[in-house]
C-alpha cells in the first residue's frame, strides 16, 4: 500500500499508536501484523504532516472541591478545643446570632483539643472518650441551631489523623462529632463562605504570629480575598496593606483556664482571646467580651 492514500482509519490507528507512546518501528510492525502495508518513512511523514507526538498523561489523581457556606447571614467560630470549650461564651454568641436571625454556622478548625493524647492533657485526667464526648455535644448543638453547618479541621484534629498514620482523613475524623447529615465537613483546613457580593476564605491557618491579624494580612496578599483566620487566638480586625481585603483574626472558644499549659507555665504568648465572627451580607462584624454587650442591645 505505500503510495497510497492513508484512510481515516488508518489514520485513526496510527494517532492512537502515536500517543500511546510507540516509536515508528513498532507502529510499523503493528500494522504489518494487522495487514496494514505501511512503511518507516511513510509513518514518519504522515506523523510530521500531522503533528502527531506522545503525550504526558494527566495525573489520575485530584482533590475535593472547597466546602463552601452560602450564607447572607452566618457566625462563626474558631479553636473551642472541647472538653476546654468555654461553654458560656459559645452560648452567648449563639444567642446573638440567632437573635440577628443568623442560620448558618461555621467552624474553623480545633473543635476538639485531644489533649488526652499529650502529656497536658493525661496530667489532669482527660481521657479520649470526655473529649468526643465533648465535641460531640457542642457539634450536636450548633446543628440543633442552625440550618447550615461547616466544619473544617485544625492543626489538633491533626493529632488523631497523625496518631493513626494517616489511616483516617481529617475529614473522617470531624464525622465523629456529626449527627446531621446536612452538615458539611472537609478534609482541608479551610472553607469559603459567600455573604452578599463577598468572599471570605475561613481559615486554620498553618503559621502563627504573636501580632494580631499579621498572618491574615499575609495570607490577604497572597491568596487575594478575604480572610477570617483562627489558630493564633488572637483578635483583631484591619484591612490588608492594599485596602482591598479584611483580615481578621477571629479570637477562640476556648476556656483558658481550664489548659494545663497555660495555668501551669508562664510564657510570652499573647493571652488567649474569647472571639467569634459574625458576618451579615458581606460585613464582617467581630465580637468579644468587650463589645458583645453593646451588640446585643441591636436588633437587625
Given at each position: 500500500?505505500?503510495g497510497?492514500?492513508w484512510?481515516?482509519?488508518?489514520m485513526a490507528?496510527v494517532?492512537?499508536?502515536?500517543e500511546?507512546?510507540?516509536n515508528n518501528?513498532?507502529?510499523?510492525e503493528?500494522?504489518?501484523?494487522?495487514?496494514?502495508?505501511?512503511?518507516?518513512k511513510?509513518?514518519?511523514?504522515?506523523r510530521?504532516?500531522?503533528?502527531?507526538?506522545?503525550?504526558?498523561?494527566?495525573s489520575?489523581f485530584s482533590?475535593d472541591?472547597?466546602?463552601t457556606?452560602?450564607?447572607?447571614?452566618?457566625?462563626?467560630l474558631?479553636?473551642?478545643h472541647?472538653p476546654?470549650q468555654?461553654?458560656?461564651?459559645?452560648?452567648?454568641?449563639?444567642?446573638?446570632?440567632?437573635?440577628?436571625?443568623?442560620?448558618?454556622?461555621?467552624?474553623?478548625?480545633?473543635?476538639?483539643?485531644?489533649?488526652?493524647?499529650?502529656?497536658?492533657?493525661?496530667?489532669?485526667?482527660?481521657?479520649?472518650?470526655d473529649?468526643l464526648?465533648?465535641a460531640?455535644?457542642?457539634?450536636?448543638?450548633?446543628?440543633?441551631?442552625?440550618?447550615?453547618?461547616v466544619l473544617?479541621?485544625?492543626?489538633?484534629?491533626?493529632r488523631?489523623?497523625?496518631?493513626?498514620?494517616g489511616?483516617r482523613?481529617?475529614?473522617?475524623?470531624?464525622?465523629?462529632?456529626?449527627?446531621?447529615?446536612t452538615?458539611?465537613?472537609t478534609n482541608?483546613?479551610?472553607?469559603?463562605?459567600?455573604?452578599?457580593?463577598?468572599?471570605?476564605?475561613?481559615?486554620?491557618?498553618?503559621?502563627?504570629s504573636?501580632?494580631?491579624?499579621?498572618?491574615?494580612?499575609?495570607?490577604?496578599?497572597?491568596?487575594?480575598c478575604?480572610i477570617?483566620a483562627?489558630?493564633?487566638?488572637?483578635w483583631?480586625?484591619?484591612?490588608?496593606v492594599?485596602?482591598?481585603w479584611w483580615?481578621?483574626?477571629?479570637?477562640?472558644?476556648?476556656?483558658?483556664?481550664?489548659?494545663?499549659?497555660m495555668?501551669?507555665e508562664?510564657?510570652?504568648?499573647?493571652?488567649?482571646?474569647?472571639?467569634a465572627?459574625?458576618v451579615?451580607?458581606?460585613?464582617?462584624?467581630?465580637?468579644?467580651?468587650?463589645?458583645?454587650?453593646?451588640?446585643?442591645?441591636?436588633v437587625?
Amino acid at each position: 500500500m505505500t503510495g497510497l492514500p492513508w484512510t481515516s482509519a488508518e489514520m485513526a490507528l496510527v494517532r492512537t499508536l502515536v500517543e500511546s507512546g510507540l516509536n515508528n518501528a513498532q507502529i510499523t510492525e503493528r500494522l504489518n501484523a494487522d495487514g496494514i502495508h505501511r512503511t518507516y518513512k511513510g509513518i514518519q511523514r504522515l506523523r510530521d504532516r500531522q503533528g502527531w507526538r506522545m503525550h504526558v498523561t494527566p495525573s489520575r489523581f485530584s482533590l475535593d472541591a472547597p466546602a463552601t457556606l452560602k450564607a447572607d447571614k452566618a457566625l462563626l467560630l474558631f479553636d473551642i478545643h472541647a472538653p476546654l470549650q468555654a461553654a458560656s461564651w459559645i452560648d452567648r454568641v449563639i444567642a446573638l446570632a440567632l437573635k440577628w436571625k443568623v442560620d448558618s454556622v461555621g467552624v474553623g478548625g480545633d473543635i476538639v483539643d485531644y489533649s488526652s493524647m499529650c502529656y497536658w492533657g493525661r496530667t489532669i485526667g482527660i481521657e479520649l472518650d470526655d473529649e468526643l464526648d465533648a465535641a460531640e455535644n457542642v457539634v450536636r448543638a450548633l446543628e440543633r441551631n442552625f440550618k447550615q453547618k461547616v466544619l473544617c479541621g485544625g492543626n489538633h484534629e491533626y493529632r488523631m489523623v497523625r496518631a493513626l498514620q494517616g489511616a483516617r482523613k481529617l475529614k473522617d475524623v470531624l464525622d465523629d462529632f456529626v449527627s446531621d447529615p446536612t452538615t458539611i465537613t472537609t478534609n482541608s483546613k479551610w472553607f469559603w463562605l459567600e455573604s452578599g457580593d463577598k468572599r471570605f476564605r475561613v481559615v486554620h491557618p498553618r503559621n502563627y504570629s504573636r501580632i494580631p491579624t499579621r498572618v491574615a494580612q499575609t495570607l490577604c496578599a497572597k491568596y487575594r480575598c478575604h480572610i477570617i483566620a483562627g489558630h493564633s487566638h488572637l483578635w483583631g480586625m484591619t484591612r490588608d496593606v492594599s485596602d482591598g481585603w479584611w483580615a481578621i483574626d477571629a479570637g477562640c472558644c476556648l476556656d483558658d483556664k481550664r489548659v494545663p499549659y497555660m495555668a501551669e507555665e508562664m510564657s510570652t504568648y499573647p493571652q488567649p482571646i474569647l472571639g467569634a465572627v459574625i458576618v451579615i451580607e458581606g460585613v464582617p462584624i467581630l465580637l468579644g467580651e468587650g463589645n458583645i454587650e453593646l451588640y446585643e442591645r441591636i436588633v437587625f
